[in-house]
């Protein structure tokens, strides 16, 4: 696949223009993907200057641009601190984290991550990982996977595909996105179906990778990275992240608790640059669809 149509970045002008980037300075893209914002973020550094980006997909990895001023890295972005730890980086300048799903992954049925086409019920972004959405639709209690679709996909009918999970896979061993649909097509209304099966393939997708729970580990490890004045922008996709990131730029907590001092002053440790998220435009949204629910949030380490 040609490396242009690997990822279309998403809010490419406005990601950049947001970081404030430094000829000489030091930054991290966390999700290098096909490389488009990495490739703009670097075509602005000196020969000083450095970015390191970060895919736990050997295909991204394999793909990786070669220039002096960049150096990829194999690894979830929620070790950010201990990789930077051992290429002797103490602090950072700005942060990117682009947390959409590649072209490639949905487009690939060997992946798994699309109801389009048949193909393994897989979803790894790390394809070394031990846990797949198979496993998980085969093994998980009933319970837990309907807290899954209920929490992560948002369904309100994610006891009936729970239940329904579980009895036809009390027959045969549920592999293929085809024999998943099977099983909970009669429970999606045909009104919203696309959408009711995003939901579903996004809920067993953040549990397969762990997505939260890594996003959480990565906005720490980026407070404790950024120098005074550094900059750090999210790109969020639905309202999970969105929640996470917003919550932590705003108060430094996920939470959202709001912690003040003696004198009623915000004690978050980030500056909102944004009162509200960037969003694309209709031009964008037009060249790019899968950019529709991009949200882009930026904040400043005070």
Excluded: C
Aim: hydrophobic share 40%.
């Amino acid at each position: 696949m040609p490396e242009d149509v690997y990822h279309i970045p998403a809010l490419l002008p406005q990601t950049i223009e947001a970081l404030d980037i430094r000829p000489d300075g030091t930054y991290i893209d966390v999700t290098y993907g096909g490389g488009g914002h990495s490739r703009a973020i670097v075509s602005r550094l000196s020969p000083e200057g450095h970015l390191y980006g970060f895919d736990q997909d050997m295909d991204a990895v394999s793909r990786a641009m070669t220039d002096s001023r960049f150096t990829i890295v194999h690894s979830n972005f929620r070790f950010i601190v201990n990789f930077m730890r051992y290429y002797k980086v103490d602090s950072v300048d700005g942060i990117l984290a682009d947390l959409g799903v590649s072209f490639h992954h949905f487009d690939d049925p060997e992946r798994g991550f699309s109801f389009r086409w048949d193909g393994p019920l897989d979803m790894r972004m790390n394809r070394s990982s031990r846990l797949t959405a198979a496993q998980m639709v085969n093994t998980y209690p009933e319970e837990r996977l309907a807290d899954i679709f209920y929490l992560l996909g948002e369904l309100k009918n994610a006891r009936r595909l729970a239940a329904a999970i579980v009895k036809a896979r009390s027959t045969s061993s549920i592999d293929t996105i085809e024999q998943l649909l099977a099983v909970v097509n009669p429970l999606i209304d045909p009104a919203r179906h696309k959408k009711e099966l995003a939901k579903l393939f996004q809920a067993l997708r953040i549990e397969v990778n762990h997505e939260l729970d890594a996003l959480e580990d990565l906005l720490q490890g980026a407070l404790r990275l950024l120098r005074p004045g550094g900059r750090i922008a999210v790109i969020t996709y639905h309202s999970l992240e969105d929640r996470l990131v917003k919550n932590f730029f705003r108060t430094g907590n996920f939470e959202g608790r709001e912690n003040k001092d003696f004198f009623g002053r915000s004690l978050s440790p980030f500056k909102l640059l944004t009162s509200k998220p960037i969003v694309p435009d209709e031009e964008e949204i037009e060249r790019n669809p899968r950019s529709r629910s991009a949200k882009l949030r930026v904040a400043m380490k005070l």
